[in-house]
């Protein structure tokens, strides 16, 4: 009995110790970046950084997921493997935005997760809508500060019509009941990104704040889901325009500036009533500026122009896209208008 009970204290003492060491750990990985953008109709790559190596007895199943659960690829991991690489080959079912991890099995084994927009990169944005219906849109950017609000709001109600205004987070942040206002009034809210940079003059992930942010202040300050955005000077490219759509917006440019904001061009509301009366014809998309010099007074003397002398009728800019036969993206949000 004595020899037994000595037996098993040793096997206690020496061999369950051995045996937790040999116990399988699983390894630990990071995406090297917070943000990617992946195309329709190509292959998408990540590469995998080790974060502890832990110690496999056997090979295993590492699976790159979403948010949702779906499996976008797997790749074995043998021990002692010092990378993991997924590639996951694009097609139009992966449109949209997605937050990536990494699992074996039940268990997550990436320390951060990835956010990747996936788009057709060669989606073109909208500049002029190509359709025969008798209808134009007008526009204003809402980027800076404050303006003419209610003035403006006056003479869009008077005539009827109804536009497009594309605010930056900062100026829904520092004049919330004007965009209140706006948005009351039944005129589309489109974005304008944060806070209005030369987004091309920064990396990826501010290109991705810039876009997503300005979709989540716009959400919760008004209650709106835009799905246009307008990035700032009209400069962008595809790293733009990708988290732009996974967020349910098309990118909108614009057929004719009306340089109210140019003093040097436009010193006299006669300047800018010439620009903007040029070359109007249906699907065109004008652009104006809460704050630009001599808006309202254009404003009252073009539309009567437009309405009376063209023919046309005053459109948010996604009504007009529907005229010509252009689709939206689709909106990631349950409660989407």
Partial sequence: MKKALLVLTVFLIVLLPLCAVAEEKLPRFRFPAANYVGYEDY????????????????????????????????????PGAKQLTFKVPLDKSYLGGYDLSVWCGDTLVSGNSAYVAVTNKHQKAVVKVDTQEPCMSISLDCAYIGGPTDEILGILDEFGVKATFFMTGEFVLNFPEEAKRIRDAGHEIGCHSLSHPHLLDYGLDMRFKQVRRNVEIIRDTLG???????????????????PARAEGMEVCLWSIDSHDWDWDRCPEPEKVVKIVTKDVTPGTIILFHLDGFFTPEVLRQVILYYQNELGLTLVPITELMAKGGLTLPACPYEDAQ
Avoid: C, H, Y
């Fill in 43 to 78: 292959d998408f790559v990540v590469s995998m950084e080790m974060q502890t190596v832990g110690s496999l007895a056997s090979s295993k199943m590492m699976q790159l997921r979403d948010q949702n659960g779906r499996v976008w690829a797997e790749k074995e991991f043998k």
């Fill in 224 to 242: 709106v889901n835009p799905r246009l955005f307008r990035p700032p000077f009209g400069e962008f490219d595809v790293t733009i325009s990708a």
